[in-house]
């Protein structure tokens, strides 16, 4: 029996929680610094970038999972049919929305790495610290395109561990996925909160 | 004369075969009390003249029980698939637009083929095995309670509403869609069915299988049986992730 697309979707649903999502709560967490100045953003992102075996943390834990879940995302979300038209469902917009802001995250995280890892990679830049966060959002256009982009990502997160639940068969019954979609929600609040405090401390 | 006679139009989405292409022709007849779509596919099929008093070939359709069981006369009305026996006029907006559901080959006008429904539940082997050599008698009895809820699972007609509803259901996916995925939860929770239940999770892990559900529940809000396929479809993503790793590790215990 041919099951590799089945096990390809679930490493898929999997990847997208762990590491990647775990890894995008603990981004934005460690962005959260900028809230209380300057220095104290510099010393957090000087810690993350100079962990001990940092070149294959990142490898591991970002690159190659995000990579995965990043390019089969958008082979899934070009095989469906989109009908919220006539469908106008909740979960089936939240499906359409699912597809559309992984697409625009594809987008928007290979140009946020561009801009910042990426030069710091070639040299461009000594380290990723608060002054390029600051260069980068004191153009109106940037600062929307990330808060659009943060937005995406913590939507694109809790919905995506909405339906990790029922794909691994946690939350069945309709209670169980009711009440998962109020936990989600929160979590989509909770996050984007945190996310957009940390990008409006560089402006 | 007091009020002008009321009257009902139709546009319909029409075809004469399937790799042609299709066109909308709209009727206006005569209304009458408690009329159905089908009852006004009748009237056409009786006079089939457009609005335009063109006179055009009788407008063909799928039907038999005319009672929501059988699940044949399911055809795209006013944008959502449902069966047209029980689409009563009185409860749709006019005009009344019917067009088959796509999703299948069109055969002519609103009649579909819905063989990849019976094909796929011979794929997952929606049912339960009996034939031996020689008769194996009574098996297990199956709790009342369960009985009663597994019923509801039985219900499904195959009349293809939640596959047309379904955004992975499409050309370029080879996904099953719900109807079959729920009947595998019902055989496997069957006592005699549940004998091979690992035979019928095996089988939707393949190509097209349960893996390919979005997740966008329009199978749940449209089945006209109100059968729980989103409920069906995590109790089977449960069953399949603990079959998974059976399958990884050569579990003994294929069978409970």
């Not at chain 1, 929680?17 to 709560?25: N, Q």
Request: glycine share 6%; hydrophobic share 45%; proline share 5%.
């Amino acid at each position: 029996m041919d099951n590799r697309e089945f096990l390809m979707r679930r490493l898929h649903s999997l990847l997208g929680i762990i590491p990647v999502g775990l890894f995008l709560t603990q981004h934005l967490i460690v962005n959260h610094f900028a809230t209380q100045g300057e220095a104290a953003f510099n010393k957090a992102s000087h810690f993350m970038a100079n962990l001990p075996f940092v070149i294959f943390l990142e490898i591991f834990v970002i690159y190659l999972p995000l990579m995965y879940h990043a390019f089969y995302g958008v082979y899934i979300a070009f095989t469906s049919k989109h009908n919220p038209g006539k469908y106008s469902y909740m979960r089936n917009i939240l499906f359409v929305a699912q597809r559309f802001t992984g697409i625009f995250l594809v987008v928007f995280i290979a140009w946020h790495v561009f801009e910042t890892r990426f030069q710091v990679a070639i040299g461009n830049a000594a380290e990723a610290d608060f002054n390029m966060m600051e260069n980068i959002l004191s153009n109106p256009l940037m600062l929307a395109f990330y808060i659009v982009g943060v937005t995406a990502a913590t939507f694109h997160l809790a919905n995506g561990f909405w339906s990790f639940l029922v794909t691994w068969g946690i939350t069945q019954s309709e209670k169980s996925q009711r009440m998962a979609s109020y936990f989600t929600l929160l979590v989509f609040v909770v996050l984007t909160i945190i996310g957009i405090r940390a990008l409006l401390a560089f402006v | 004369m007091g009020e002008a006679a009321k009257t009902v139009i139709f546009e319909i989405e029409r075809r004469n075969s399937t790799d042609e292409e299709p066109y909308f022709e709209k009727f206006e007849l005569p209304y009458r009390l408690n009329m159905n779509v089908i009852s006004a596919l009748m009237e056409i099929r009786r006079n089939p003249v457009t609005m335009d008093g063109k006179k055009t070939t009788p407008v063909t359709w799928d039907m038999n029980c005319l009672e929501e069981v059988c699940g044949a006369c399911s055809m795209v009305i006013n944008g959502k698939a449902r069966q047209s026996c029980t689409a009563l006029v009185d409860q749709l907006e006019q005009p009344i637009r019917l067009q088959p559901m796509k999703t299948f080959p069109v055969v002519r006008d609103l009649i579909v083929d819905r063989s990849r429904m019976f094909d796929s539940l011979k794929k997952v082997k929606a049912w339960v095995p009996i034939d031996g050599t020689h008769d194996l008698g009574d098996g297990p009895r199956m709790p009342e309670r369960k009985r009663q809820w597994a019923y509801e699972l039985s219900k499904c007609m195959t009349c293809g509403v939640c596959l047309e509803a379904c955004p992975n259901v499409n050309d370029k996916s080879d996904f099953i869609g719900p109807a079959p995925l729920s009947q595998v939860r019902l055989m496997n929770a069957h006592p005699t069915g549940s004998m091979t239940r690992d035979e019928r999770l095996n089988a939707i892990m393949g190509e097209g299988g349960l893996g390919s559900c979005g997740n966008s529940q329009n199978c749940v809000e449209s089945c006209p049986k109100g059968i729980p396929l989103t409920t069906s479809i995590a109790a089977l993503n449960r069953d399949t992730t603990v079959q998974m790793f059976r399958n990884f590790f050569g579990s003994d215990r294929m069978v409970d």
